[in-house]
């Protein structure tokens, strides 16, 4: 089973961005994730599409995983787009179309995911599943790094693979080595981690650590 480790650029050193790419790329990390947050759908503010784009200018083959938690949504799926994203992943409950608006990031060539928060039915999954090339599930209320994750939402992780186990399941907020391995058992194949990595202090010694614990959950064997 392939994993994937995905830092959150939110807890990087805003001052040094590219040279915090290059350290979580060389650290082995599989994409770099944007967090964009506009002070109304949460309220925090954050990065626009010039950063998105000066990432991609700077580093053309790095994969940018862009949450988009954002209201309205679909102008900023086209700007991120064009900036370079990979993948988008949109809030149900930030569109008024959804089925319209995972069309248009696909159609704008990036690979679409929907995001469930803490208190989200997955019942979102019934009319979008066939739209999705991944689900983002929130382990932790949107808006701001270094939260600790809701254990209920485990749960939520399980019930999801049981019912599409074809769908990549994304975790984000408050991943760390500790509970990784619980994740993974629960069906979640890729981990958004913003404190847990950029706040260490060796980023190849943490993706390691995380790969082991990874390595563990498959086995059976939760021991580093």
């Given amino acids: 089973m392939k994993f994937k480790i995905i830092p959150s650029l939110l807890s990087a050193d805003i001052m040094h961005l590219g040279a915090e790419v290059d350290a979580a790329m060389d650290a082995l990390a599989d994409m770099i994730h944007l967090d964009i947050m506009d002070n109304h759908y949460v309220p925090n503010l954050s990065y626009g599409p010039s ?18 938690m954002v209201y309205p949504v679909d102008e900023l799926i086209r700007q991120f787009a064009k900036a370079g994203a990979t993948r988008i992943s949109i809030h149900p409950d930030a569109t008024i179309h959804l089925d319209r608006s995972l069309q248009l990031i696909h159609e704008h060539g990036c690979k679409a995911g929907i995001v469930l928060n803490p208190s989200n ?3 979102s999954l019934t009319w979008s599943a066939h739209r999705l090339d991944f689900i983002l599930v929130m382990t932790v209320n949107p808006g701001f790094g270094g939260q600790s994750l809701i254990p209920e939402v485990v749960d939520k992780i399980s019930q999801i693979h049981t019912h599409y186990p074809n769908l990549p399941i994304c975790v984000d907020g ?17 981990f958004v981690a913003g404190a847990a990595f950029f706040k260490s202090q ?13 390595k563990a959950a498959i086995s059976g064997d939760q021991s580093p």
């Fill in 174 to 190: 408050g991943v760390s080595i500790d509970n990784i391995a619980l994740l993974a058992k629960a069906g979640a194949t890729e």
């Fill in 202 to 214: 060796n980023y190849k010694n943490t993706i390691q650590l995380m790969r082991q614990q990874l």
């Fill in 51 to 68: 950063v998105c784009q000066a990432l991609h200018d700077y580093t053309p083959s790095t994969p940018i995983d862009v949450h988009l």
């Fill in 121 to 123: 039915s997955i019942e």
